[in-house]
């Protein structure tokens, strides 16, 4: 069964700080990896996805993420906080190729705070 | 374009009531899912509609949870008899086609559901 661990369920940064979001995932098919970013009182947004090809993925608002098969990650990072990225976060994975649906597991999320 | 609604935004009932919450796609989208956000239980995939093809219903957690999709495209999501712990932001998403590596799925606002 497929599964996702996101490391640390409250992360606090100061404005202008490296932003590290760590994910780690536990899949026995290739997996599809995804990060989704809820604002407050709102639903999810897609920030980033890999599905094959560069393990080196950038997304929108300045976030990228890098599949490592190695290590089962696919940790999600920013060089530079800004005070609109406070939100939650959440990882997620669904069986990749040769899967038979296409739902999405999740991880518990991280919850960012930037502090100015 | 629209995004995909839901309603209500928020739902208050009794213990035992029967609930129906609704969601309408993004027009064209031929895949539908329904998640379930709560403090105990993260994210959870509920169900899922692909096309004409049958349900995945694997996520339902009892019985008294189903949904019906009309046309291809509203959805309806039913709890009967509600208990407390279905008390949760229930979240629909839809995507284009049913590929992961290419159909984002694309979330609603979610609709939360206090049982008293």
């Known amino acids: 069964a497929q599964s996702v661990t996101q490391l640390g369920s409250h992360v606090s940064v100061s404005e202008g700080a490296l932003v590290l979001l760590r994910c780690n995932y536990s899949?026995?098919?290739?997996?599809?990896l995804f990060w989704y970013v809820q604002y407050p009182n709102q639903g999810l947004q897609l920030l980033l996805k890999y599905t094959t090809g560069a393990t080196l993925v950038k997304g929108i608002n300045g976030f990228e993420a890098e599949f490592k098969k190695s290590e089962t990650s696919f940790h999600l990072t920013k060089p530079s906080a800004h005070m609109s990225d406070a939100a939650e976060y959440f990882c997620a994975v669904s069986e990749g190729y040769g899967g038979a649906t296409n739902k999405l597991i999740f991880g518990t999320g991280t919850l960012l705070a930037v502090q100015p | 374009g629209a995004g995909v609604s839901q309603s209500p935004s928020n739902k208050v009932t009794e213990k035992g009531k029967d609930v129906e919450l609704r969601c309408d796609p993004i027009?064209?989208?031929?895949?539908l899912y329904w998640y379930r956000q709560s403090l105990g239980q993260g994210l959870e995939f509920l169900i899922y509609?692909?096309?004409?093809?049958?349900?995945?219903k694997s996520g339902l957690p009892s019985d008294r949870f189903s949904a019906e999709r009309t046309g291809g495209s509203v959805s309806t999501l039913t709890i009967q008899r509600t208990q407390q712990e279905d008390s949760a932001v229930y979240l629909c998403a839809s995507s284009l086609g049913f590929e992961i590596n290419t159909d984002t799925q694309y979330f609603g606002p979610g609709t939360r559901l206090t049982v008293l």
């Open positions: 509609f692909q096309g004409n093809s049958a349900p995945d």
């Open positions: 899949s026995s098919v290739p997996p599809y």
């Open positions: 027009s064209g989208h031929t895949a």
